[in-house]
């Protein structure tokens, strides 16, 4: 673990001025993440420090009546006052002017990769609230200084051409404005690299890059160059700084709470992006908290897709690991975004240890998986995708439940584009719920998912954004979609769907409560952890247009700045 403390911290105009937060990493600008080797303090959030009061703000609590106040006080990591008027607090407490700016609680996505984005090889650095590629370059600039020679600044997953006006990832003219090897593998856009890049990539095989840096499919392409810098350009180390670097980021743009949903199992490296080692990805993750360093709150679901007809791996884990075990900052879930192979896929040879289920078409591997989960009291997360699968999944629940019953058990369908209202109510009526987002990159015409009937339906409803691999984390690119039905590049993509800015919030804190089992995160009231983020601007009232390019001003978690732009 690097321990030095960089220039840029230590002088950070905010926090030494006031000197009120005690970091566990207040962050500079989010363009120099690939430059910050390790955070200002190990202090565990939430110890004793002074009392925050802050002051003349728009607090938009999101209680129970959505009140909307001026003060809060901050004791031991917790909200300990909200409202109008608090009045003068005895001891040690530290005010900050919030100077009419909008606050709302900690940001809360129920289901991300951003483990996946946290084993990123290479420098990692994240572009998501980039909207021009001169600022991408800009960017991979100022995080050159501190990469060695021979070592490559990467991006890999959460980025997509749609961001910018070109509609495509710099090439590698423009790439070559940096003078260190750099490669963009986005969630969506392809992928690119630079001479330097290009080069390297070359000497190993993959070649098939075309003169303006695009790297094309395939082994001597994508899946061959990932391979490549996996092999070469991740140690346990860069992959603390890497983890460390992607919660930090993301707390810029107001995340404060993670629900990840692991990834597809690889022993040793591997080209895909959305493949990893799941035993020991979380390594990283585990060694920030154990430092007292996470700048944000982890929960992690662990991916099952056993190919045997006993889900051997799956049943391990349920009979010898805990669900809900660990401490504030870091936590396990449960099962999820998979409990096996597809639902649909029927099995002829089943020594699951069931009987074969009655009423069943089709007894799946997917089904006695998700026996297991059930049996096991777990929760249980799959996703949908098609027109389809949704039936094949909430009809199986329904099938579940008639065995062990999951009504208390929180059980969820995530992205569901194309759900119907029958199965919504059907997974109502079990007690289930629901995740919606992962949209702003999408092309077509009503693609879902839709929000409006959804709601309206009264199930358990909660935000998510699926990003790291295939799509974008920025939550408010995500917002943006919801509130608009408009993609990134302003095509009406889910028309008659979209739902209010009060809505959209909800969903992103306090819906997503009953999503991550936990009553004390989501809004801010007396009690509940101290996560809040102050906005650059107002996003109750900015134009549609503003909401995608919304950044944190300052993101405290359990009470300490995790990201302080330098500007209250
Ligand atoms: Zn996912």
């Known amino acids: ?34 430059s910050v080797p390790g955070v200002a303090s190990a202090n565990p959030p939430g110890a004793d420090g002074p009392d925050l009061a802050f002051v003349n703000g728009k607090i938009h ?60 090889p290479g420098h990692h650095v994240l572009l998501e609230d980039l909207f021009s590629i001169q600022d991408v ?45 750099v490669y963009i593998q986005a969630a969506q856009g392809g992928a690119r690299t630079n001479s330097l890049g290009k080069a390297w990539f070359n000497a190993r095989g993959v070649t098939n890059i075309a003169a303006d840096g695009t790297v094309s499919g395939g082994a001597t392409g994508t899946t061959g160059a990932l391979l490549a810098l996996r092999q070469e350009q991740l140690t346990d180390e860069s992959r603390i700084r890497t983890s460390l670097g992607a919660l930090q980021y993301y707390a810029s743009l107001g995340l404060t709470t993670h629900l990840d949903q692991g990834a597809f199992q690889s022993d040793t490296p591997s080209g895909s992006i959305a493949n990893e080692n799941n035993f020991t990805m979380y390594n990283s993750f585990l060694a920030l908290d154990r430092q007292g360093m996470l700048p944000a709150r982890l929960r992690t679901n662990f991916l099952y897709m056993d190919q045997d007809p006993d889900s051997l791996a799956l049943s391990a884990r349920l009979k010898n690991a805990y669900q809900f075990f660990g401490n504030d900052m870091y936590r ?28 069943s078409p089709t007894n799946t591997r997917w089904l006695y998986a998700a026996m297991k989960v059930a049996q096991a009291g777990w929760r249980a997360e799959v996703h ?82 699926d990003g790291g691999d295939i799509t974008v984390i920025n939550p408010w690119l995500n917002f943006y979609t919801i509130i608009t039905g408009k993609n990134l590049r302003g095509d009406l993509i889910n028309e008659g769907q979209t739902l209010t800015r009060q809505e959209t919030l909800w969903l992103a804190t306090v819906a997503n409560k009953w999503f991550i089992g936990e009553d004390d995160l989501g809004s801010i009231e007396v009690g509940n952890h101290a996560d809040l983020v102050v906005l650059d601007r107002d996003y109750f009232f900015v134009a549609d247009g503003e909401i995608p390019k919304i950044r944190s001003l300052l993101t405290v978690v359990a009470g300490n700045a995790v990201y302080d732009a330098g500007v209250l």
């Open 384 to 465: 949908s995708l098609s027109a389809t699968d949704f039936q094949a999944e909430i009809d199986g629940y329904g099938l579940v439940n008639q065995q062990f019953p999951i009504g208390n058990l929180r059980w969820v369908v995530a992205h569901v584009p194309l759900i119907t209202l029958d199965y919504i109510n059907k997974l109502k009526a079990l007690g289930g719920g629901l995740k919606v987002g992962w949209g702003p990159t999408r092309t077509g015409t009503r693609v879902g998912p839709p929000y409006r009937t959804i709601l309206n339906s009264g199930i358990n409803v909660g935000y998510h954004a």
């Open 61 to 120: 609590t999101m209680d129970g009546s959505n009140r909307i106040v001026s003060q809060l006080l901050i004791r031991n990591g917790r909200f300990a006052d909200v409202g109008n008027g608090l009045g003068a607090q005895g001891g040690n407490v530290k005010v900050i002017n919030l100077k009419g700016k909008t606050v709302i609680p900690g940001l809360i996505d129920s289901h991300t990769h951003i483990v996946l984005v946290g084993n990123r």
């Open 137 to 181: 370059v800009a960017r991979y600039q100022l995080a050159s200084r501190d990469v060695p020679q021979g070592e490559f600044i990467t991006t890999i997953g959460p980025v997509a051409a749609m961001q910018f006006p070109e509609q495509r990832l710099p090439n590698l003219s423009e790439l070559d404005a940096v003078n260190r090897p």
């Open 1 to 34: 673990m690097a321990k030095k403390r960089h220039d840029h911290e230590s002088q950070h105009a905010g926090l030494s001025r006031r000197g009120l937060l005690k970091g566990t990493g207040a962050l500079a600008a989010a363009g120099g993440l690939a």
């Open 332 to 359: 396990t879930g449960s099962i999820g975004e998979f409990v096996a192979p597809d639902p649909t896929a029927p099995i002829s040879l089943v020594s699951s240890g069931f009987p074969p289920v009655a009423n």
